[in-house]
């Protein structure tokens, strides 16, 4: 399957769809699985950030003055409450001063449409480069929503990162945000009638957490 979107690029790195693997399986425990993740958030992390800015900087080694760098940017990692906190130790690994904010969204079962009931971010977010983290991108309900309100907090320079994504979810989110690159590491089939990926890998959030 090919997705022609511009704005949306997946990852296909060896060892990403190793651990992609690792998540569908059903017997995969809990401990396992936030290991994968962690690792598979590593990878995207490093992808994300090859495009960010440096500035200079005076450094002495321990033999002489040299230039070197740093981010020019301030990085806010914003995961989409709950199942986005497990992709936030491997983006921490490579990004470690980005800051963390928080979005709580969660599904109306009937509706399938998104409810907020947390909002928490860094005050300076409209002038840092914002990474959105949401592991599952099914019917892009939630991230959409997301994004708007980021938005609305003055968010110009904005990403959005997941684990695994449905055909409809990146039309949704195209659509409604097509400035906003949408870096995958798994691209699915399609949508079951609830509203899940097939073939997915379940509830990221449950499976991250153990509470199945």
């Known amino acids: 399957m090919k997705i022609t979107h511009n704005n949306f690029f997946?990852?296909?790195h060896p060892l990403i769809k190793k651990?992609?693997?690792?998540?569908?399986?059903?017997?995969?425990?809990?401990?396992?699985f936030r290991a994968a993740v962690k690792r598979i958030s590593l990878i995207l992390a490093v992808e994300i950030s090859k495009k960010y800015h440096l500035t200079k900087i005076d450094v002495e080694s321990?033999?002489?003055?040299?230039?070197?760098?740093?981010?020019?940017?301030?990085?806010?990692?914003v995961p989409v409450l709950r199942a986005g906190l497990?992709?936030?130790?491997?983006?921490?690994?490579?990004?470690?001063?980005?800051?963390?904010?928080?979005?709580?969204?969660?599904?109306?079962?009937?509706?399938?449409?998104?409810v907020e009931y947390y909002y928490k971010t860094p005050k300076d977010i409209h002038n840092s480069s914002v990474i959105l983290l949401d592991p599952m991108l099914a019917t892009g309900g939630s991230s959409s929503e997301a994004l708007?309100?980021?938005?609305?907090?003055?968010?110009k320079n904005c990403v959005f990162a997941c684990l695994v994504a449905a055909p409809e979810g990146i039309k949704?989110?195209?659509i409604d945000h097509a400035e906003i690159p949408i870096f995958c590491a798994a691209l699915?089939?399609?949508?079951?009638?609830?509203g899940y990926i097939?073939?997915?890998?379940?509830?990221a959030g449950d499976r991250t957490f153990g509470t199945l």
Do not use: C, W
């Open 10 to 12: 997946l990852n296909e």
């Open 19 to 32: 651990d992609i693997t690792i998540l569908r399986d059903k017997h995969t425990n809990p401990e396992i």
């Open 62 to 77: 321990p033999l002489e003055k040299t230039i070197g760098f740093q981010l020019k940017q301030n990085v806010v990692l």
């Open 86 to 114: 497990g992709m936030v130790s491997g983006f921490l690994e490579v990004i470690p001063d980005a800051k963390v904010g928080h979005i709580g969204l969660q599904r109306n079962e009937e509706t399938l449409e998104p």
């Open 148 to 155: 708007k309100y980021l938005r609305k907090r003055g968010v």
């Open 172 to 174: 949704k989110l195209s």
């Open 188 to 194: 699915d089939r399609q949508l079951n009638e609830r």
């Open 198 to 203: 097939l073939p997915g890998l379940g509830d």
